[in-house]
């Protein structure tokens, strides 16, 4: 037996249960050992029924001396059981379960967790959790007793009793990955006892430092994985050799505007980066609309300049595009060869670009995640650039990166993140927070509305479109299921198309191919379209100045910082901008979330909140970054020991920087195994 054996192998699972377990995302034996208990039952002491008392929750264990069902009237069954022990009775009671009447036997023993109230004089029992007791209740009874998520059809006992076998066959089989100095010094319980006390708690102080024990482990593997998957990448590169700031001057002194002081701080700090000998890792925070694409301008020349290409990646065809148009239009001028590179573009006209990339015809390569499939090469790439990074793996950033030669990489985000996690997902990444939005900007003002009361909608758009300036409508994922979500999006095309007459209205949505989309949105950008209506896949990086109000419909669906995101979509120029929030949501947790957008345009201080809302794994998308998620760690609350377990990594790696020594053979398989898990996304 070893940790990836089959669960058909185990003894009390058959085939229907495998279904169930799969259904959990449990596939073999490790699965089940790594699906812990959501929480711990204090069973330890069991209340005597002559002590029970008014109005506490208690757990009894009591044997059934009676049972009686009773319909006060319709639609209600009251199940009530007379149960004893040696110090007194009680009487337990179930609602609308008459099906239980069949297991309850007289004479049988029950434990019962519940909360008490006493009429007439005799204690009744509101029975929230119970099951049999049995002759052998070790796991159940007399302990703190595990409680697993779980589902229909797999108890809570078909659990403990599967737990503690595999714990009883396997414990011995882990191996251990921290010497015993290590576990001294950072105080982890060894593997056996981890595993043994988090399924199977002999105390509260046991449990959590069980708990802290596989937390820390979790975090360790993942930032010495992470590490391993970089090592790659570092080493000294070349770009920094001829160093050519010229082409970066004249862009400078060309645009119709100065840069701010935080983009002239960002730059100077970007300069040193590519002319140290060691590639640039640097993440730009910067909220929308604070100028990060200039910056990115900037790098892209400083590489041309010293006579290497840059490449520029972003998450969707329509960014791309738009990266594509607006850069060229600075670039062109100074003599820079640009390039657009897609998924959607036809063979023969791919494969010519692709041919000149490799020849160095183009000096800045623009695209999705196209540019890091395999039959891409570059002719001397130096540097990387990663527009909404937020949005792209570990992965993806690694094969790009052993593409070029060392590059520096920059990579910018709109979407704050936490400094521990992006310590953890990033290493040794430097951050620059572009905290100044350019002058002339107005807060963006944010209204929340009900649906029914879209009169008042109307009569906005129809003023802002009489100036002359333009609207997005943005329709959420209603549905897992673009036919309806699409569904969504033409009612609201349709509605608009009718109440504003005359205005024009343009469509694009997920099912669309990219060349119909970019047409929609060139005619939007071109002002000929002045409305238009969409779902989700404007989200990220579209620029176009002259709209000035954007509709969210149904906006209690979206996230906060999405919609953050989307408002971000107006106000860049310096007119007045308006986001409306629309919504027919009537719960006040919903409402509460909106109306923080309405009292505030701080996206740093909006992400905080919806990180408090949501939770860490959830809202920084652990998937998206490409990582597998945490069974036990949680990035929010577990800072502390994801600071302890990098101080260890760090440590381990600058005495063995390939984990190749014999004492980390069980560590490197680990690491190894999670590294493949990482790259399978
Ligand atoms: P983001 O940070 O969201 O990517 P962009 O780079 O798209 O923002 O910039 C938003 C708008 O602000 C663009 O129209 C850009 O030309 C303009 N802009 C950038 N920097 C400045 C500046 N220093 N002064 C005035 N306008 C600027
Ligand atoms: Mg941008």
Redesign the pocket.
């Known amino acids: 037996m070893n940790k990836s054996t089959s669960l058909q192998y185990l003894k009390g699972i058959g085939p229907k249960k495998i279904k169930l377990l799969e259904r959990l995302d449990i596939m073999d034996i490790d699965g089940l050992l790594h699906h812990v208990p959501r929480n711990y039952e204090d069973r330890s002491t069991f209340c005597p029924l002559a002590q029970l008392k008014n109005e506490q929750t208690e757990t009894i264990v009591a044997e059934v001396c009676g049972l009686e069902e009773l319909k006060p009237r319709r639609g209600l069954t009251l199940l009530k059981v007379q149960l004893k022990d040696k110090t007194g009775s009680c009487v337990a009671v179930w609602f609308n379960q008459p099906y239980l009447k069949k297991q309850i036997k007289i004479g049988k023993e029950l434990i019962i967790t519940g909360k008490i109230t006493r009429r007439n004089g005799i204690n009744e029992i509101n029975v929230k959790e119970f099951e049999q007791s049995s002759a052998d209740d070790s796991l159940s009874a007399g302990r703190i007793v595990p409680c697993y998520p779980s589902t229909d059809g797999l108890n809570q006992r078909f659990w403990r009793d599967i737990q503690h076998k595999i714990l009883k066959q396997y414990l011995d089989e882990i191996p251990e990955i921290f010497s015993e100095e290590e576990r001294l010094q950072y105080k982890l319980f060894s593997v056996k006892k981890a595993w043994e006390q988090i399924h199977f708690p002999s105390d509260i102080t046991s449990l959590e430092n069980a708990r802290y024990r596989l937390a820390f482990e979790e975090l360790y593997i993942l930032q010495l994985s992470l590490a391993i998957l970089r090592q790659e990448a570092t080493g000294s590169k070349q770009g920094y050799a001829q160093i050519n700031n010229e082409l970066c001057k004249k862009l400078v002194s060309k ?6 002081n935080a ?1 002239q701080r960002i730059i100077r700090e970007l300069k040193s980066d590519m002319e140290a000998t060691k590639p640039m890792q640097r993440l730009i925070q ?11 301008a900037w790098a892209l020349l400083r590489a041309v300049g010293s006579g290497y290409q840059g490449i520029l990646m972003v998450p969707t065809e329509i960014l791309a595009r738009q990266h594509f148009e ?1 850069l060229n239009s600075l670039f062109e001028p100074l003599g820079v060869e640009t390039i657009l590179l897609t998924g959607s573009l036809p063979l023969k006209e791919k494969q010519d670009i692709l041919g000149d990339i490799k020849n160095n015809k183009y000096n800045v390569i623009i695209g999705t995640h196209a540019l890091f499939q395999d039959n891409v090469q570059f002719f001397n790439s130096s540097l990387v650039v990663i ?1 909404e990074q937020h949005r792209f793996g570990v992965r993806q950033r690694a094969a790009l990166e052993s593409k070029g030669m060392n590059p520096d990489v920059l990579v ?1 985000s ?1 979407t704050p993140i936490p400094r521990t996690l992006a310590m953890t997902l990033y290493g040794d990444l430097d951050i620059s927070i ?1 905290d100044e939005l ?4 107005k807060e963006v003002l944010t209204y929340c509305i009900k649906s029914q009361a879209k009169q008042k909608l109307y009569n906005l758009l129809n003023r802002q479109l009489k100036k002359g300036e333009q609207v997005y409508i943005v329709c959420p994922l209603v549905e897992e299921s673009e036919k309806l979500d699409l569904k969504n999006a033409i009612d609201v095309y349709e509605e608009i198309s009718k109440k504003l007459f005359g205005w024009k209205v343009g469509l694009v949505h997920g099912r669309m191919n990219s060349v119909e989309k970019e047409s929609v949105m060139k005619s939007f950008t071109d002002g000929d379209i002045k409305i238009l209506v969409s779902t989700t896949v404007i989200e990220v ?1 579209v ?1 176009v ?1 002259l709209a000035t109000v954007m509709v969210i419909e149904d906006a209690d669906r979206f996230g906060l910082a999405q919609l953050h995101q989307l408002r ?1 979509r107006v106000g ?2 310096t007119k007045q901008s308006y986001c409306i929030l629309v919504t027919s949501n009537k719960n006040t947790l919903a409402l509460k979330r909106l109306k923080l957008l309405t009292e505030t345009n701080d996206g740093f201080k909006l992400a905080e909140e919806d990180l408090k809302a949501r939770g860490a794994g959830e809202f920084f998308g652990l998937r998206q970054h490409g990582l597998p998620t945490f069974k036990i760690a949680d990035l929010q609350k577990d800072e502390e020991i994801l600071l302890e377990a990098r101080n260890l990594a760090v440590k381990v790696l600058r005495e063995d920087a390939l984990l190749q020594k014999g004492k980390h053979e069980n560590l490197k398989k680990c690491v190894y195994e999670y590294v493949e898990k990482m790259v399978k996304f």
């Open positions: 645009l119709p505007f100065s840069l701010t983009q910067g909220d929308v609309g604070s100028g990060k694409t200039i910056i990115a607006s527009d910018m709109a572009l350019p002058p002339g900007r990086g620029n100045p971000g860049r120029g």
